[in-house]
């Protein structure tokens, strides 16, 4: 390898959601070391909620031996089944047989997989560590303080502190900041004997005030979500701060008298209702600076309409640190990394949100056309099997070259 002697050696990592511990175990096959900084106390492997994992950001963990977990854990997707307010079928993306579609999985699981591994290869991770400042002052160098008093250095510092990102905000202050698509997400989980087992079938629903969907896995545990129109711009904080029962009203008069099990699934949920914002990422510039670089939901977060968000992060720690591995000067290799990945995040970011536009049609002109076009929408993108999209895939062994 070309001035293997000018090779970075230590990488900070601040976040230690999905990007973080899987852009470590890649640096680590190419003889990096890291340490991942997380500003949380500890980990809550209950938090959250669920996430769609696709077939290539799968491809993507078993590149790194982790695949069968998600396997075993996860429910197999192979198709959507699209249904209007009335019930009437628009149609199905995916096909029931061959290759799923992606994996529908816990978010905590997921997690505790990559974290558990990282920890295994005898990566470090430090929690409550909530970063104060970076300091830039040399090329090749960067030296980062956080709010209990530790100062650290290392070669490149990887900002993977997803959308609300405190590497992007101190290291790029005029990049743009979040877009709220005017959609929150909650959702929860319940088991029941009575909602129908469909093998790997995910059910949406548009609901005469709302979208929904769901699935369940064989055990009989229904997972569920909702999207809904929501004004302002609400953070996370802010949606937790409502009490429990004043969401639960809210839900069910949402899904009222719409068709079954959609009240059924509401009002039969006992555990927490999760609540979340949905944003995304207008096009950031630049993704680096100095020995700087964002990546995942940083720097392109995506809504979760395509189900790519953690496919697009897991993408992105292997084109990263592949490379980092073959290209010695850190900031070429940033900007390699970024040129190979710029066109496709956006590209996705842009689907998502179409996506999302169409889900909330409620006056009834809307609606007619929505349940006109949709079919041959749904019908085209069959045709095309996303190709595109689900079948990226990103050859480690191959040498990434300026």
Known sequence: MENASNRPNKALIIGCGIAGPATALFLKR?????????????????????????????????????DEQIRQEGIELHTMKMLNGKGKLLGHVGQTSGEPQGYTIKRGILHKVLREEALRQGISIEYGKKLKG??????????VSFEDGTVVSGDMLIGCDGIHS???????PSAPAPSYTGL???????????????????TMVFGKRAFFGYLVRNSKEVY?????????????????????????????????????????IVRSTKEEIGVFPIYDMPPIPVWHDKSVVLLGDAVHATSPNAGQGVSLALEDAIVLARCIRDIPDVQLAFSEF???????????????????????????????????MLPLFLKSANKDSHGWMYDYKVDWSEKAAL
């Open 338 to 372: 970024q040129k190979f990945r710029r066109d496709r995040v956006e590209r996705i970011v842009q689907y998502s949100r179409r996506i999302g536009q169409r889900k909330h049609a409620t006056n009834p002109v809307q609606v007619f056309f929505r349940d006109l």
């Open 224 to 264: 569920w979500f909702g999207n809904m129109n929501y004004p302002g711009q609400p953070s996370r904080r802010e949606l937790q701060s409502i009490p429990q029962a004043e969401w639960l009203r809210t839900i069910n008069g949402l899904y009222a008298n719409d068709i079954a099990p959609l009240p059924e």
């Open 30 to 66: 190419a003889g990096i070391d890291s340490v991942i900084y997380e500003a949380d106390e500890q980990i809550d492997d209950y938090a959250g909620l669920f996430l769609n994992l696709a077939r290539n950001g799968l491809q993507v963990l078993k590149e790194l031996g982790l």
């Open 166 to 172: 405190r590497v992007r905000r101190i290291v790029m």
């Open 184 to 202: 929150i997400s909650f959702g929860g989980f319940l088991h029941s004997n009575t909602i129908p087992y469909e093998r790997g079938i995910q």
């Open 134 to 143: 970076i300091e830039r002052n040399e090329p090749d160098r960067v030296k």
